[in-house]
């Protein structure tokens, strides 16, 4: 039973909140009081950059209750899942038949906690993965995987099958030696050789669980593969590349980007956008990346970030043919980054 409203920034609305008020935008009623916030709904609404804030009814302690939770909080169950993966990883090494239910549950754990698409992407945004190349960022591709994969219009089994293979995509790597996947200085090239040999690695033992779905193993091998063929190990291109592996490869690279992890530096958040943009044109999917930074780019809007100069402000629009020069909001007005060539977004901010 609903009943008590609280006024919620537009960035920690989730889908299902039922709107406390009428949201009216040149006479058109926007979202109706008493209805039932979409994901059509909330991209809207981060699309009208003149609401920063929403009155929502909230269900009291007698009934289940939507959990709120900041970046902060999330941030706990991110490390959480971390943990819990690195110990299923090494149970199901021994390929027992009851450690696949526990790989069964750890994806639809996933799959219900991950459901709060913004909060989720910018926790992601904010904290990648760090150093921790295999756990944490098998979860965050995981996370942004699922979220990229509901974009897309996948079904329910498809969803799954997907978790799976985003939560196992790096799986091969527990075989490499923790100085080639923790150095920071560019690989040799006998290094990058047996980095290259991790999804075959992964493919070989993931293959082997009891009951996992061929399609997984086939995307674990091939989500290095790129569309012009210039991936590894197969070297195949466009449609012989599986869709899951489109969907993990667009995941991979932006959660690499955001740790400070992917061979091209990059200044700031939104560059990293500028990048899978970029490589849309000849090595990932470019449907799957339209879509991608299409949806994304909403949840950037209304954020407060801070400017190379130092500057605290608020994006206001972001444009998908210019993602690196939005328009901005602080004390003193509007900042178009068109016109301060020296200016750029530095990082998000909480």
């Known amino acids: 039973m609903l009943s ?16 406390a008020n009428d949201i009216t935008i040149q006479g058109n009623i926007l979202l109706g009081s008493g209805i039932a916030i979409t994901e059509s709904i909330l991209i809207n609404l981060k699309k009208n950059y003149a609401i920063d804030e929403l009155e929502v009814y909230l269900e009291d302690n007698s009934s289940k209750s939507l959990k709120l939770k900041t ?21 199901i090494s021994t390929l027992d038949v009851p450690q696949m239910n526990e790989l069964r549950t750890f994806s639809q754990n996933i799959q219900q906690e991950f459901t709060a698409t913004g909060i989720v992407i ?7 993965s760090g150093n921790d190349s295999i756990y944490r960022h098998s979860v965050n591709v995981a996370a942004i995987s699922f979220i990229l994969g509901k974009w897309l219009g996948l079904d329910e089994k498809e969803l799954g099958l997907l978790t799976y293979s985003a939560i196992l995509h790096d799986f091969g790597k527990l075989e490499l030696s923790k100085d080639i996947l923790n150095k920071k200085e560019n690989l040799t090239s006998d290094e990058s050789d047996t980095l290259k040999t991790h999804p075959v690695v992964g493919y070989h033992f993931v293959k082997q669980i009891p009951y996992l779905d061929p399609s997984v193993g086939l995307t674990v091998l091939m989500h290095h593969e790129r569309m012009d ?17 489109k969907i993990i490869a667009i995941a991979d690279v932006f959660d690499e980007l955001n740790s400070n992890r992917y061979a091209k530096k990059i200044k700031g958040p939104l560059e990293a956008l500028k990048v899978i943009q970029d ?6 999917d470019p449907i799957y990346c339209n879509m991608f930074l299409n949806q994304i780019i ?53």
């Open 122 to 128: 910018r926790n992601i945004i904010f904290y990648g």
């Open 279 to 284: 490589e849309s044109i000849t090595e990932l």
């Open 71 to 91: 970046v902060k909080e999330l941030e706990s169950t991110f490390n959480e899942f971390s943990s819990n993966l690195e110990n299923i990883f090494d149970n």
């Open 229 to 245: 063929g210039s991936g590894y190990p197969l070297h195949v291109s466009n449609d012989k590349i599986p869709k899951f592996a």
């Open 4 to 19: 008590f409203k609280k006024t919620l920034p537009i960035n920690e609305l989730q889908v299902g909140m039922i709107s």
């Open 298 to 350: 909403t949840y950037y809007m209304g954020e407060n970030v801070l400017l190379s100069d130092k500057r605290s402000c608020k994006i206001i629009q972001i444009q998908i043919n210019d993602l690196t020069n939005p328009i901005m909001l602080d004390d003193n007005g509007f900042i178009d980054l068109k016109k301060e060539k020296d200016l750029y977004v530095e990082k998000l901010l909480i």
